[in-house]
C-alpha cells in the first residue's frame, strides 16, 4: 500500500520558517516526480515545488521560488519542503504528492499524502 506521510506543519508568525516532511513507501518512487500542492481557504489546489528522486530536477512555484527550497533523503525515501520568510498569504494546507510526468498539474498526480495544515499570521 502505497503511503505518503506528512509531518512539520504549525502555526507561525510571517517572517518565521518551517519544514515540512513527506515520508514516502509501499512502492519504488524512483522515476516519480515527488512534490507538494497547497491549498488555501477557498482556492484551487496550486503546485508548489517538485524534485526527483534519481537526478536533480527541482522546480518551483512563482509565489515560493526564493523562499522555499525542496530536498530529499533517498535513504530515508523522505522528501523535505524548507519554508523561509513565510508569508500570511502561504496559509494551506500543504499535500505530498508523487507523480511521473514533472507537469505540475494537480491531475497528473498520482498518490498524495493526508495534507499538513501551515497558518501564517501576520
Known amino acids: 500500500q502505497v503511503q505518503l506521510v506528512e509531518s512539520g506543519g504549525g502555526l507561525v508568525h510571517a517572517g518565521a520558517s518551517l519544514r515540512l516532511s513527506c515520508a514516502a513507501s509501499g512502492r519504488t518512487f524512483g522515476r516519480y516526480y515527488m512534490g507538494w500542492f497547497r491549498q488555501a481557504p477557498g482556492k484551487e489546489r496550486e503546485f508548489v515545488a517538485h524534485?526527483?528522486?534519481?537526478?536533480?530536477?527541482?522546480d518551483y512555484g512563482d509565489s515560493v521560488k526564493g523562499r522555499f527550497t525542496i530536498s530529499r533523503d533517498n535513504a530515508k525515501n523522505t522528501i523535505y519542503l524548507q519554508m523561509d520568510s513565510l508569508k500570511p498569504e502561504d496559509t494551506a494546507v500543504y499535500y505530498c504528492?508523487?507523480?511521473?510526468?514533472?507537469?505540475?498539474?494537480?491531475?497528473?498526480?498520482?498518490?498524495w499524502g493526508q495534507g499538513t495544515k501551515v497558518t501564517v499570521t501576520s
Open positions: 524534485i526527483t528522486w534519481s537526478g536533480p530536477i527541482k
Open positions: 504528492a508523487a507523480e511521473q510526468s514533472g507537469s505540475r498539474r494537480e491531475t497528473a498526480v498520482e498518490y
